[in-house]
């Protein structure tokens, strides 16, 4: 199994970066594929990003452009670079990890972290 802490949320200003971070354990990190999820205040959680063992990567269309996802296997740790960050960035930030495929499904990620704030003011 894998276990998973992220960091890095946080109050930004429009406009501004922020970066979150995934540390994942487990000896078998390098087979899963890492996803990124948010949920904002009163919504559904949403796919943000998803990455392949192999670095192939797939975002959502609202952050196509302006996040990436990353990773090192060799320290556990999946990214999130978000740049260009806007009010309706605003949510909880969640680290997943599935064995199933590159998929958008919040369903198919067995192992979840406990969420980063990120918070964008206007």
């Known amino acids: 199994q894998v276990q998973l802490v992220e960091s890095g949320g946080g109050l930004v200003q429009a406009g501004g970066s922020l970066r979150l971070s995934c540390a994942a354990s487990?000896?078998?990190?390098?087979?899963?594929?890492m996803g990124w999820f948010r949920q904002a205040p009163g919504k559904e959680r949403e796919f943000v990003a998803v990455?392949?063992?192999?670095?192939?990567?797939y975002y959502a269309d609202s952050v196509k452009g302006r996040f990436t996802i990353s990773r090192d296997n060799v320290k556990n740790t999946v990214y999130l670079q978000m740049n260009s960050l806007k009010p309706e960035d605003t949510a909880v930030y969640y680290c997943?990890?599935?064995?199933?495929?590159?998929?958008?499904?919040?369903?198919?990620?067995?192992?979840w972290g406990q969420g980063t704030q990120v918070t964008v003011s206007s």
């Open positions: 487990g000896r078998t990190f390098s087979s899963y594929f």
């Open positions: 997943a990890a599935n064995l199933r495929g590159a998929t958008t499904n919040e369903w198919a990620y067995a192992y």
């Open positions: 990455i392949r063992s192999g670095g192939t990567t």
